[in-house]
């Protein structure tokens, strides 16, 4: 093995699984004690891949939650609550961390603590926001995320999706999307049938719905080919006497 791999590890050891404060953070989360054990090593990971010093005071919960797959929740403040984090960094993170961190701070000593000092200044908690902002660290996160949001979602998928009845699921959708990878043409067919396909399967009803196909059911069975008969409407019997009214 490598001195790459070992660096790579992820340090536990018997005390964490049982801790208080593990134990607290499961019962805050609502998982059980190895649910949370796991979630807390996928933290980790996490952390060693974009915050290797610990310090999180320049991450937020919409971008930790998604990545260790929990909803959108107070992520941070609950691990401060709990006693995981202080002041917006991991306690004990060299002994999480990885042996890397100590092999970085040993090759990079002035660096390393330059480094850990700037991200020190960043307090957690009601001043952080205020900080960023002045840093202009909350910017350019979302300009990068604009970015590359703009560049991965597939060509000619939003239009589509916008006239599409049945708004759930987009990631699958755009990955089936991505998988039939629709020319230009078959892009405006596959988004002119929709108009058609709500009034011929009456989908604008309440009762009918339901049966509107997922996003990325409708792409991958190639819906746009259906062949319905169209719904219309009984023609308007003109009274030809009064008994007739």
């Keep these: 093995m490598s001195e790459q791999e ?4 992820i340090k536990t050891d018997t005390i964490m699984p049982n801790h208080p404060k ?11 004690r190895r649910e949370t054990v796991g979630l807390l090593i996928d933290f980790f990971v996490w952390t060693r891949s974009y915050a290797e010093t610990g310090f999180l005071a320049e991450w937020t919960n919409e971008d930790i939650c998604p990545a ?14 709990v006693g995981w984090m202080d002041r917006g960094r991991i306690k004990n993170w060299s002994v999480f961390g990885g042996s890397e961190i100590t092999e970085k701070a040993k090759r990079e000593p002035i660096q390393y603590k330059k480094m850990i ?19 202009g660290l909350d910017k350019k996160r979302r300009d990068k995320k604009r970015e590359d949001k703009k560049d991965t979602i597939p060509a000619g998928f939003e239009e589509w999706y916008t006239v599409y ?24 067919t596959m988004k ?14 309440d009762d009918k719905k339901q049966f509107i196909p997922l996003p990325a059911s409708w792409i991958r069975a190639k819906r ?11 023609p308007k019997r003109t009274p030809r006497s009064m008994d007739d009214l």
Excluded at 192 to 203: D, F, L, M, S, T
């Design 6 to 9: 070992i660096n790579m590890w």
């Design 22 to 32: 593990t134990l607290r953070l499961a019962a805050k989360l609502g998982l059980s």
């Design 68 to 81: 260790i797959g929990l909803p959108d929740i107070n992520l941070l403040e609950i691990l401060q609550e």
């Design 117 to 135: 000092e700037f991200y020190s200044i960043i307090p957690y908690g009601e001043n952080t926001g205020e900080i960023r902002e002045k840093n």
């Design 165 to 188: 009845p049945r708004k759930q699921k987009r990631q699958e959708a755009e990955e089936a999307w991505r998988q039939l990878d629709p020319n230009a043409e078959l892009q405006a």
């Design 192 to 205: 002119a049938v929709i108009p058609a396909q709500i009034k011929g399967h009456e989908w604008w009803k």
């Design 224 to 234: 746009w080919t259906d062949q319905f008969q169209q719904v219309r409407e009984a």
